[in-house]
T-cell receptor, first 114, second 114 residues
Framework: AQKVTQAQTEISVVEKEDVTLDCVYETRDTTYYLFWYKQPPSGELVFLIRRNSFDEQNEISGRYSWNFQKSTSSFNFTITASQVVDSAVYFCALSPFGNEKLTFGTGTRLTIIP | DTAVSQTPKYLVTQMGNDKSIKCEQNLGHDTMYWYKQDSKKFLKIMFSYNNKELIINETVPNRFSPKSPDKAHLNLHINSLELGDSAVYFC?????????????FGQGTRLTVV
């Protein structure tokens, strides 16, 4: 069975602060994919990143960065210099390799205070 | 051009009615999905189709019947609607073979049963 835990239900930070969203996963698969999706107030689900279990390199994309640590089964997401437009619900998700069935965490609602 | 489009965006109906939600993708993907997001924002897969064949059916009441007339379409028909069916339903698509891609989501259909 697969499980994704996002322990932070809600986070509020003041604009320009850095913020890290935690994600811990459980799987018996040796190969798998991890994802982050953003759901802004408008409701759509926006893909942010996919990482396969072979690749533990951290990734940076502009103000976004991801820290994948297999040893702790974590895939954390950091937003640097947060902006009001970053306010959204963020979902971490897990999928077996070769099967894109996504198991989602319960989401973290991030509010950036201007 | 919208990659994954669902119609309608909003659907309000009475208990006991039958309704359909349509989904189309123009990404050339071989796999399509239905996910349900409940009032607490929890996202869970309902069905998955690969090349028009059902590959995932996640303990969904048989009042829900997906239909895939071709690879680009996956419709969801719901019979005898119940209050508990109120949710946001997301269609998604991805490519499983060759290689895998992330899932791209439609904008969601907010179903309200009264």
């Amino acid at each position: 069975a697969q499980k994704v835990t996002q322990a932070q239900t809600e986070i509020s930070v003041v604009e320009k602060e850095d913020v890290t969203l935690d994600c811990v996963y459980e799987t018996r698969d040796t190969t798998y994919y991890l994802f982050w999706y953003k759901q802004p107030p408008s409701g759509e689900l926006v893909f942010l990143i996919r990482r396969n279990s072979f690749d533990e390199q951290n990734e940076i994309s502009g103000r976004y960065s991801w820290n994948f640590q297999k040893s702790t089964s974590s895939f954390n997401f950091t937003i640097t210099a947060s902006q009001v437009v970053d306010s959204a619900v963020y979902f971490c998700a897990l999928s077996p390799f070769g099967n894109e069935k996504l198991t989602f965490g319960t989401g973290t609602r991030l509010t950036i205070i201007p | 051009d919208t990659a994954v489009s669902q119609t309608p965006k909003y659907l309000v109906t009475q208990m006991g009615n039958d309704k359909s939600i349509k989904c189309e993708q123009n990404l050339g993907h071989d796999t399509m999905y239905w996910y349900k997001q409940d009032s607490k924002k929890f996202l869970k897969i309902m069905f998955s189709y690969n090349n028009k064949e059902l590959i995932i059916n996640e303990t969904v009441p048989n009042r829900f019947s997906p239909k895939s007339p071709d690879k680009a379409h996956l419709n969801l028909h719901i019979n005898s609607l119940e209050l508990g069916d109120s949710a946001v339903y997301f269609c998604a698509s991805s490519r499983l073979y060759p290689g895998g891609t992330e899932a791209f989501f439609g904008q969601g259909t907010r179903l309200t049963v009264v």
